[in-house]
């Protein structure tokens, strides 16, 4: 018996190794740790930000997202955190022009989508009435990786917009890892892409798919 009363091992027999992991577990720890950062950064962010600011900031994105607004009738976009950019500015011109879908997050984590001006559940294929699609991101890489929260809702619902349809992620600059020196992310099968990240200093393309 060992000190803590566990079996010996059998004579001559090879010590336990430890397994190695497979790729794709690689990719998901360390998008974890990725997004433990993220997280932390935000909530620093968060609180050293003052309401005058993130309201200016609401402002500029409105700004910078404005020639794609000007031709959607209808667009999918979400209600922030506080540790999330400021989408009211971006929302309200919507809602003034067109039609706002807010998702709705179901149980298996898949998304539902709701009429802001009327309340109705359009289910889960309500994305598919979208000209443009508004999502959330902790952060972008150079070709378009989405790093999302890790319920994988956004990858559920993506395909099944229109084909088309573009969809523009909204992080903070610092979440745009697009230098030779920033962050890689990683990337699993079931990832979806985006077309072109929004953020306070501009929207950065990936690929054509915006059309201007």
């Given amino acids: 018996m060992t000190d803590n009363g566990a079996p010996d091992a059998p004579t001559g027999a090879t010590p336990p190794r430890d397994v190695e992991p497979t790729p794709d577990e690689r990719e998901r720890v360390a998008k974890r740790d990725l997004r433990a950062r993220l997280r932390a950064a935000r909530r620093e962010r968060r609180d050293a930000t003052s309401p005058e600011q993130r309201h200016t900031d609401g402002l500029a994105l409105l700004h910078h997202l404005e020639p794609l607004l000007a031709r959607a009738t209808c667009v999918t976009s979400f209600e922030p955190l506080a540790s999330e950019s400021n989408l009211e500015p971006i929302n309200a ?32 294929g309500g994305i598919a009435a979208a000209d443009l699609v508004i999502a959330p991101a902790l952060a972008i890489g150079p070709n ?18 229109r084909p088309g349809t573009p969809v523009v992620a909204v992080v903070f600059p610092d979440e745009l890892l697009t230098g030779p020196d920033a962050p890689r992310i990683p990337v699993e099968a079931h990832d979806e892409r985006v077309d072109a990240a929004l953020t306070v200093d501009g929207l950065v393309r990936f690929g054509d798919a915006l059309g201007y």
């Fill in 93 to 124: 011109a919507v809602r003034a022009r067109g039609r706002l879908l807010v998702p709705i997050t179901l149980a298996d984590l898949d998304l539902s989508w709701r009429d802001a001006a009327t309340g109705d559940d359009l289910g889960t």
């Fill in 144 to 161: 378009g990786e989405r790093l999302g929260q890790g319920g994988g809702c956004y990858d559920r619902a993506l395909p099944r917009r």
